[in-house]
Protein backbone atom coordinates (compact mmCIF):
# COMPACT_ATOMS: atom_id res chain seq x y z
CA UNK A 1 0.00 0.00 0.00
CA UNK A 2 1.15 3.45 -1.25
CA UNK A 3 0.46 6.57 2.13
CA UNK A 4 0.33 9.93 0.90
CA UNK A 5 0.94 11.59 4.24
CA UNK A 6 -0.45 15.32 4.77
CA UNK A 7 1.45 16.71 8.01
CA UNK A 8 3.79 18.69 9.14
CA UNK A 9 7.68 16.73 9.52
CA UNK A 10 8.56 18.62 12.75
CA UNK A 11 5.20 16.92 14.17
CA UNK A 12 5.60 13.69 16.25
CA UNK A 13 2.37 12.78 15.00
CA UNK A 14 4.08 12.35 11.15
CA UNK A 15 7.04 10.62 13.24
CA UNK A 16 4.78 7.90 14.75
CA UNK A 17 3.05 7.56 11.69
CA UNK A 18 6.32 7.31 9.50
CA UNK A 19 7.06 4.63 11.90
CA UNK A 20 4.15 3.18 11.70
CA UNK A 21 3.87 2.85 8.34
CA UNK A 22 7.70 1.01 7.89
CA UNK A 23 6.38 -1.31 10.50
CA UNK A 24 3.58 -2.21 8.27
CA UNK A 25 5.86 -2.76 5.20
CA UNK A 26 3.70 0.28 3.31
CA UNK A 27 5.48 3.09 0.99
CA UNK A 28 4.74 6.11 2.17
CA UNK A 29 5.08 9.70 0.67
CA UNK A 30 5.07 13.15 3.08
CA UNK A 31 3.58 16.29 1.96
CA UNK A 32 5.42 19.12 3.99
CA UNK A 33 2.98 21.32 5.37
CA UNK A 34 4.84 23.34 7.57
CA UNK A 35 6.20 26.44 5.54
CA UNK A 36 8.31 28.16 7.59
CA UNK A 37 11.05 24.96 6.45
CA UNK A 38 11.83 22.63 3.77
CA UNK A 39 12.50 19.10 5.21
CA UNK A 40 14.04 16.33 3.42
CA UNK A 41 13.16 13.70 5.31
CA UNK A 42 11.26 12.78 8.67
CA UNK A 43 13.66 14.27 11.62
CA UNK A 44 14.58 10.59 13.22
CA UNK A 45 13.01 9.21 10.42
CA UNK A 46 15.75 8.45 8.03
CA UNK A 47 13.86 5.86 6.29
CA UNK A 48 10.72 8.38 5.40
CA UNK A 49 12.83 10.75 2.97
CA UNK A 50 10.56 10.38 0.02
CA UNK A 51 8.81 14.04 0.83
CA UNK A 52 7.35 17.06 -0.86
CA UNK A 53 8.10 20.69 0.40
CA UNK A 54 5.46 22.80 -1.58
CA UNK A 55 7.07 25.69 -0.56
CA UNK A 56 10.59 25.30 -0.47
CA UNK A 57 11.16 27.66 -3.00
CA UNK A 58 9.05 30.54 -2.31
CA UNK A 59 8.54 32.85 1.07
CA UNK A 60 5.17 32.46 2.06
CA UNK A 61 3.04 34.49 4.49
CA UNK A 62 2.61 32.88 7.84
CA UNK A 63 1.65 34.07 11.17
CA UNK A 64 4.00 35.86 13.46
CA UNK A 65 3.95 37.54 16.70
CA UNK A 66 3.03 40.98 15.75
CA UNK A 67 -0.67 41.69 14.97
CA UNK A 68 -1.00 42.79 11.68
CA UNK A 69 1.02 40.10 10.16
CA UNK A 70 -1.22 37.61 12.52
CA UNK A 71 -4.13 39.64 10.46
CA UNK A 72 -2.64 39.10 7.46
CA UNK A 73 -1.32 35.85 7.24
CA UNK A 74 -5.55 34.76 8.94
CA UNK A 75 -7.01 36.63 5.92
CA UNK A 76 -4.83 34.77 3.14
CA UNK A 77 -5.67 31.23 5.24
CA UNK A 78 -9.60 32.17 5.17
CA UNK A 79 -8.96 32.80 1.74
CA UNK A 80 -7.64 29.18 1.22
CA UNK A 81 -10.61 27.72 2.95
CA UNK A 82 -13.08 29.78 0.88
CA UNK A 83 -11.65 28.14 -2.50
CA UNK A 84 -8.85 30.66 -3.66
CA UNK A 85 -5.80 27.67 -3.44
CA UNK A 86 -2.34 28.19 -2.74
CA UNK A 87 -0.58 27.40 -6.32
CA UNK A 88 2.52 25.83 -4.67
CA UNK A 89 0.67 23.27 -2.68
CA UNK A 90 -1.71 22.95 -6.13
CA UNK A 91 1.76 21.94 -8.63
CA UNK A 92 2.94 19.66 -5.32
CA UNK A 93 0.17 17.55 -5.28
CA UNK A 94 -0.82 17.28 -9.06
CA UNK A 95 2.79 16.70 -9.36
CA UNK A 96 2.73 13.88 -7.06
CA UNK A 97 -0.46 12.74 -8.90
CA UNK A 98 1.24 11.95 -11.54
CA UNK A 99 4.17 10.40 -10.55
CA UNK A 100 2.83 8.49 -7.53
CA UNK A 101 0.34 5.37 -7.63
CA UNK A 102 -1.71 6.33 -4.33
CA UNK A 103 -3.80 4.77 -2.22
CA UNK A 104 -4.86 6.18 0.69
CA UNK A 105 -4.04 10.13 1.64
CA UNK A 106 -3.95 10.63 5.60
CA UNK A 107 -4.34 13.62 7.14
CA UNK A 108 -2.88 14.12 10.76
CA UNK A 109 -3.51 16.40 13.49
CA UNK A 110 -6.31 18.89 13.04
CA UNK A 111 -6.59 22.40 11.55
CA UNK A 112 -3.11 23.15 10.29
CA UNK A 113 -3.24 20.65 7.10
CA UNK A 114 -6.74 21.53 7.01
CA UNK A 115 -5.84 23.90 3.59
CA UNK A 116 -3.80 21.17 2.48
CA UNK A 117 -6.34 18.39 2.74
CA UNK A 118 -9.28 20.64 1.09
CA UNK A 119 -6.54 20.61 -2.14
CA UNK A 120 -5.68 16.98 -2.34
CA UNK A 121 -9.17 15.97 -2.38
CA UNK A 122 -10.38 17.93 -5.24
CA UNK A 123 -7.37 16.56 -7.25
CA UNK A 124 -7.07 13.30 -6.17
CA UNK A 125 -11.03 12.96 -5.65
CA UNK A 126 -10.93 9.08 -6.39
CA UNK A 127 -8.36 8.25 -3.71
CA UNK A 128 -9.07 7.36 -0.15
CA UNK A 129 -9.03 10.02 2.30
CA UNK A 130 -8.82 9.13 6.29
CA UNK A 131 -8.47 12.21 8.95
CA UNK A 132 -6.72 11.54 12.28
CA UNK A 133 -8.21 14.28 14.80
CA UNK A 134 -6.00 15.24 17.07
CA UNK A 135 -6.89 18.45 18.29
CA UNK A 136 -10.00 20.55 17.73
CA UNK A 137 -11.01 24.07 17.93
CA UNK A 138 -7.76 26.56 18.33
CA UNK A 139 -7.42 28.29 21.36
CA UNK A 140 -9.04 31.47 21.86
CA UNK A 141 -7.51 34.92 21.89
CA UNK A 142 -6.59 36.51 24.77
CA UNK A 143 -6.10 40.13 23.84
CA UNK A 144 -7.02 43.19 26.00
CA UNK A 145 -8.43 46.78 24.88
CA UNK A 146 -10.32 47.63 21.66
CA UNK A 147 -7.73 45.95 19.70
CA UNK A 148 -8.72 42.35 21.46
CA UNK A 149 -12.19 43.07 20.97
CA UNK A 150 -11.58 43.91 17.14
CA UNK A 151 -9.61 40.31 17.39
CA UNK A 152 -12.14 38.96 19.42
CA UNK A 153 -14.87 39.55 16.78
CA UNK A 154 -12.87 38.86 13.40
CA UNK A 155 -11.98 35.63 15.24
CA UNK A 156 -15.66 34.59 15.27
CA UNK A 157 -16.30 35.17 11.52
CA UNK A 158 -12.73 32.94 11.04
CA UNK A 159 -14.03 30.72 12.72
CA UNK A 160 -17.12 30.20 10.65
CA UNK A 161 -15.32 29.87 7.90
CA UNK A 162 -12.88 27.44 8.98
CA UNK A 163 -15.78 25.63 10.82
CA UNK A 164 -17.53 25.53 6.97
CA UNK A 165 -13.85 24.15 5.55
CA UNK A 166 -13.74 21.69 7.96
CA UNK A 167 -16.64 20.25 7.22
CA UNK A 168 -16.57 19.58 3.66
CA UNK A 169 -13.20 18.06 4.20
CA UNK A 170 -14.63 15.87 6.66
CA UNK A 171 -17.18 15.06 4.79
CA UNK A 172 -14.73 13.65 1.88
CA UNK A 173 -13.13 11.69 4.40
CA UNK A 174 -13.96 7.95 3.96
CA UNK A 175 -12.48 7.32 7.77
CA UNK A 176 -12.51 9.93 10.39
CA UNK A 177 -10.46 8.98 13.21
CA UNK A 178 -11.36 10.50 16.84
CA UNK A 179 -8.87 10.43 19.32
CA UNK A 180 -11.37 10.55 22.30
CA UNK A 181 -15.35 9.98 22.54
CA UNK A 182 -15.09 13.70 23.52
CA UNK A 183 -13.79 14.96 20.18
CA UNK A 184 -16.62 12.39 17.88
CA UNK A 185 -19.39 14.18 20.05
CA UNK A 186 -17.48 17.55 19.37
CA UNK A 187 -17.18 16.96 15.57
CA UNK A 188 -20.60 15.41 15.24
CA UNK A 189 -22.03 18.54 17.09
CA UNK A 190 -20.03 21.41 15.76
CA UNK A 191 -18.91 20.31 12.46
CA UNK A 192 -22.08 17.86 11.31
CA UNK A 193 -19.75 15.79 8.89
CA UNK A 194 -22.16 14.10 6.05
CA UNK A 195 -21.51 11.69 3.52
CA UNK A 196 -20.33 8.05 3.24
CA UNK A 197 -17.64 8.01 5.63
CA UNK A 198 -17.76 6.61 9.13
CA UNK A 199 -16.04 7.69 12.70
CA UNK A 200 -13.58 5.64 14.87
CA UNK A 201 -12.52 6.33 17.56
CA UNK A 202 -8.88 5.26 18.38
CA UNK A 203 -5.71 6.40 20.83
CA UNK A 204 -3.18 8.15 19.31
CA UNK A 205 0.25 5.95 20.84
CA UNK A 206 3.96 6.36 20.43
CA UNK A 207 6.00 3.72 18.85
CA UNK A 208 8.65 1.67 20.85
CA UNK A 209 11.28 3.57 19.40
CA UNK A 210 10.24 6.38 22.06
CA UNK A 211 9.78 3.80 25.10
CA UNK A 212 12.66 3.25 27.63
CA UNK A 213 14.77 0.25 28.00
CA UNK A 214 15.80 1.00 31.78
CA UNK A 215 14.27 2.42 34.50
CA UNK A 216 16.27 5.26 37.04
CA UNK A 217 15.47 5.08 40.83
CA UNK A 218 13.63 7.95 42.37
CA UNK A 219 15.26 11.11 43.28
CA UNK A 220 13.09 11.21 46.01
CA UNK A 221 14.64 7.95 47.75
CA UNK A 222 17.51 9.87 48.10
CA UNK A 223 16.54 13.42 49.48
CA UNK A 224 13.09 12.68 50.77
CA UNK A 225 11.18 15.55 48.67
CA UNK A 226 8.55 14.50 46.02
CA UNK A 227 10.25 15.28 42.45
CA UNK A 228 7.71 15.96 39.43
CA UNK A 229 8.88 16.25 35.67
CA UNK A 230 7.32 18.33 33.10
CA UNK A 231 7.46 17.73 29.38
CA UNK A 232 6.68 20.77 27.05
CA UNK A 233 7.30 24.09 26.15
CA UNK A 234 8.03 26.33 29.39
CA UNK A 235 8.21 29.74 27.48
CA UNK A 236 8.81 32.37 30.51
CA UNK A 237 8.13 35.75 28.25
CA UNK A 238 4.40 35.76 29.93
CA UNK A 239 2.74 35.73 26.81
CA UNK A 240 2.40 32.11 25.79
CA UNK A 241 0.36 29.64 26.53
CA UNK A 242 3.20 27.30 27.56
CA UNK A 243 4.70 30.19 30.14
CA UNK A 244 5.01 28.07 32.76
CA UNK A 245 6.32 30.56 35.39
CA UNK A 246 3.59 30.82 38.37
CA UNK A 247 2.65 27.12 38.18
CA UNK A 248 6.42 26.05 38.80
CA UNK A 249 6.39 28.68 42.02
CA UNK A 250 3.72 27.17 43.45
CA UNK A 251 4.62 23.96 43.53
CA UNK A 252 8.57 25.64 44.63
CA UNK A 253 6.88 26.97 46.91
CA UNK A 254 5.10 23.68 48.36
CA UNK A 255 8.72 22.01 48.18
CA UNK A 256 7.96 20.34 45.40
CA UNK A 257 11.04 19.83 42.83
CA UNK A 258 10.21 20.79 39.84
CA UNK A 259 12.18 19.29 36.78
CA UNK A 260 11.63 21.22 32.90
CA UNK A 261 14.05 22.17 29.72
CA UNK A 262 15.03 25.77 29.45
CA UNK A 263 18.04 27.49 29.64
CA UNK A 264 17.10 30.75 30.64
CA UNK A 265 15.67 31.74 34.27
CA UNK A 266 16.28 35.52 34.13
CA UNK A 267 12.79 36.79 33.75
CA UNK A 268 11.07 34.69 36.54
CA UNK A 269 10.28 36.37 39.57
CA UNK A 270 10.52 33.80 42.63
CA UNK A 271 14.16 33.57 42.30
CA UNK A 272 13.93 32.29 45.89
CA UNK A 273 12.36 29.10 45.02
CA UNK A 274 15.52 28.38 42.80
CA UNK A 275 16.61 24.97 44.84
CA UNK A 276 13.58 23.13 43.64
CA UNK A 277 13.79 24.36 40.04
CA UNK A 278 16.08 22.05 37.93
CA UNK A 279 16.79 22.32 33.86
CA UNK A 280 17.72 19.14 32.20
CA UNK A 281 19.14 19.04 28.52
CA UNK A 282 16.86 18.91 25.88
CA UNK A 283 16.18 16.13 23.91
CA UNK A 284 16.55 16.32 20.35
CA UNK A 285 13.82 15.47 18.56
CA UNK A 286 15.65 13.80 15.68
CA UNK A 287 16.60 11.42 17.51
CA UNK A 288 14.30 8.31 18.99
CA UNK A 289 16.07 5.92 21.09
CA UNK A 290 13.76 6.20 24.43
CA UNK A 291 16.50 8.40 26.16
CA UNK A 292 13.21 10.90 27.72
CA UNK A 293 11.20 8.28 28.42
CA UNK A 294 13.96 6.86 31.05
CA UNK A 295 15.07 9.88 32.24
CA UNK A 296 11.36 10.65 33.36
CA UNK A 297 11.23 7.21 35.18
CA UNK A 298 13.35 8.64 37.99
CA UNK A 299 10.41 11.19 38.78
CA UNK A 300 7.49 10.34 41.40
CA UNK A 301 5.20 11.87 38.70
CA UNK A 302 4.76 14.09 35.29
CA UNK A 303 2.78 16.94 35.97
CA UNK A 304 0.36 17.85 32.56
CA UNK A 305 0.03 21.60 32.44
CA UNK A 306 -1.07 24.63 30.44
CA UNK A 307 -0.83 28.45 31.12
CA UNK A 308 -4.62 28.60 30.93
CA UNK A 309 -7.22 29.20 34.02
CA UNK A 310 -10.21 27.74 32.77
CA UNK A 311 -11.10 24.21 30.71
CA UNK A 312 -11.34 25.47 27.27
CA UNK A 313 -13.14 23.35 24.25
CA UNK A 314 -9.85 22.48 23.42
CA UNK A 315 -8.90 20.47 26.33
CA UNK A 316 -12.56 19.55 26.83
CA UNK A 317 -11.79 16.97 23.48
CA UNK A 318 -8.10 16.64 23.36
CA UNK A 319 -5.41 14.85 24.64
CA UNK A 320 -2.13 16.57 24.24
CA UNK A 321 0.78 14.92 22.81
CA UNK A 322 2.53 15.72 26.05
CA UNK A 323 -0.09 13.78 28.36
CA UNK A 324 0.22 10.66 25.15
CA UNK A 325 3.84 10.45 25.78
CA UNK A 326 3.29 10.40 29.38
CA UNK A 327 1.50 7.30 29.03
CA UNK A 328 4.67 5.67 27.20
CA UNK A 329 6.61 6.79 30.98
CA UNK A 330 4.68 4.21 32.52
CA UNK A 331 4.52 6.88 36.15
CA UNK A 332 1.63 8.82 37.72
CA UNK A 333 0.33 11.60 36.00
CA UNK A 334 -0.58 14.64 37.81
CA UNK A 335 -2.50 17.49 36.97
CA UNK A 336 -4.83 20.80 38.11
CA UNK A 337 -8.16 20.07 38.72
CA UNK A 338 -10.50 20.91 36.16
CA UNK A 339 -8.68 22.03 33.02
CA UNK A 340 -7.97 19.04 31.27
CA UNK A 341 -11.24 17.34 31.21
CA UNK A 342 -10.38 14.63 28.85
CA UNK A 343 -7.25 13.51 29.77
CA UNK A 344 -8.74 13.52 33.46
CA UNK A 345 -11.20 11.35 32.15
CA UNK A 346 -8.50 8.78 30.96
CA UNK A 347 -6.61 9.24 34.11
CA UNK A 348 -10.07 7.79 36.01
CA UNK A 349 -10.44 4.86 33.36
CA UNK A 350 -7.29 3.62 34.05
CA UNK A 351 -6.46 4.73 37.22
CA UNK A 352 -2.76 5.89 36.42
CA UNK A 353 -2.53 9.62 38.45
CA UNK A 354 -4.52 12.02 40.03
CA UNK A 355 -5.43 15.80 40.00
CA UNK A 356 -4.72 18.40 42.41
CA UNK A 357 -6.20 21.64 43.68
CA UNK A 358 -3.26 23.16 44.60
CA UNK A 359 0.54 22.97 45.15
CA UNK A 360 0.17 22.33 48.76
CA UNK A 361 -2.30 19.83 47.72
CA UNK A 362 0.34 17.83 45.11
CA UNK A 363 3.06 17.66 47.45
CA UNK A 364 0.13 16.01 49.49
CA UNK A 365 -0.61 13.42 47.16
CA UNK A 366 2.96 12.92 46.38
CA UNK A 367 3.90 12.61 49.87
CA UNK A 368 1.69 9.60 50.17
CA UNK A 369 3.51 6.55 49.22
CA UNK A 370 0.83 3.96 49.10
CA UNK A 371 -1.12 6.10 46.63
CA UNK A 372 2.11 6.76 44.29
CA UNK A 373 2.98 3.25 44.60
CA UNK A 374 -0.70 2.09 43.46
CA UNK A 375 -0.53 4.35 40.92
CA UNK A 376 2.78 4.01 39.31
CA UNK A 377 1.81 -0.31 39.06
CA UNK A 378 -0.94 0.67 36.87
CA UNK A 379 0.68 3.11 34.78
CA UNK A 380 3.54 0.75 34.25
CA UNK A 381 1.22 -1.94 33.43
CA UNK A 382 -0.97 0.53 30.83
CA UNK A 383 2.58 1.71 29.74
CA UNK A 384 2.91 -2.06 28.27
CA UNK A 385 -0.42 -2.28 26.11
CA UNK A 386 -0.40 1.19 24.37
CA UNK A 387 2.44 1.41 21.63
CA UNK A 388 1.64 1.68 18.05
CA UNK A 389 3.53 -1.82 17.55
CA UNK A 390 0.91 -3.87 19.66
CA UNK A 391 -2.13 -2.18 17.78
CA UNK A 392 -1.13 -2.51 14.23
CA UNK A 393 -3.93 -4.34 13.44
CA UNK A 394 -5.99 -1.72 14.51
CA UNK A 395 -4.89 1.01 12.29
CA UNK A 396 -4.17 -1.61 9.21
CA UNK A 397 -8.33 -1.77 9.56
CA UNK A 398 -8.65 1.55 9.00
CA UNK A 399 -6.68 1.94 6.23
CA UNK A 400 -8.29 -0.93 4.31
CA UNK A 401 -11.38 0.13 5.67
CA UNK A 402 -11.00 3.74 3.92
CA UNK A 403 -10.15 1.79 0.94
CA UNK A 404 -13.35 -0.27 0.88
CA UNK A 405 -15.64 2.66 1.60
CA UNK A 406 -13.48 4.87 -1.59
CA UNK A 407 -14.42 1.96 -3.67
CA UNK A 408 -18.21 1.54 -2.69
CA UNK A 409 -18.28 5.19 -3.32
CA UNK A 410 -16.93 4.96 -6.53
CA UNK A 411 -18.72 1.73 -7.70
CA UNK A 412 -21.78 3.54 -6.54
CA UNK A 413 -21.42 6.92 -8.81
CA UNK A 414 -20.63 5.03 -11.59
CA UNK A 415 -23.40 2.83 -11.69
CA UNK A 416 -25.65 6.24 -10.96
CA UNK A 417 -23.45 7.52 -14.25
CA UNK A 418 -24.54 4.06 -15.74
CA UNK A 419 -27.86 4.67 -15.37
CA UNK A 420 -28.26 8.17 -15.97
CA UNK A 421 -27.10 7.60 -19.46
CA UNK A 422 -29.18 4.87 -20.43
CA UNK A 423 -32.07 6.80 -19.11
CA UNK A 424 -30.66 9.55 -21.51
CA UNK A 425 -30.29 7.04 -24.36
CA UNK A 426 -34.05 5.96 -23.64
CA UNK A 427 -35.27 9.81 -24.12
CA UNK A 428 -33.45 9.86 -27.76
Known amino acids: MRILHIGSLTSQHTQIAALAYLEMGYEAVFLNTRKQKAFF?????????????????????V????????????????????????KHLVGAIQSLAVKKSLDVVVGTWGLPVLEAMLCAQEILSATPFVHHILTIPDLPVRRQGWRGACWKLYSRWFWTVERRAYRVMLSKCDVRVHC????????????????????????????????????????????????????????????????MGNAFAEMAE???????????????????????????????????????AEFCT???????LYNVDRAYER?????????????????????????FPACEEYVRQWNIGFTYKSGEH?????????LLLRLAANALAHSQEVSVEDNLTEYQAILQTARDISRARVEGNNQRTYQSRKVNEAHR
Open 41 to 61: HVPGVPEANNVTNPWSQSDPR
Open 63 to 86: PRKRFGNSLGASVVLALRYLGSRD
Open 180 to 243: NGNMLKFVKTMIRPIGMGIDVIRLERFNRRFFGKHRHAKLSSADGEPHVVHIGATNFSGQSIDD
Open 254 to 292: ARVHVHFSHDDLAPMEARESLPYYHVFPQFPSDVIDGRL
Open 298 to 304: QFDAIVI
Open 315 to 339: FENSLPTRFLFALVVGIPIAMPEGL
Open 362 to 370: LAALLSDRS
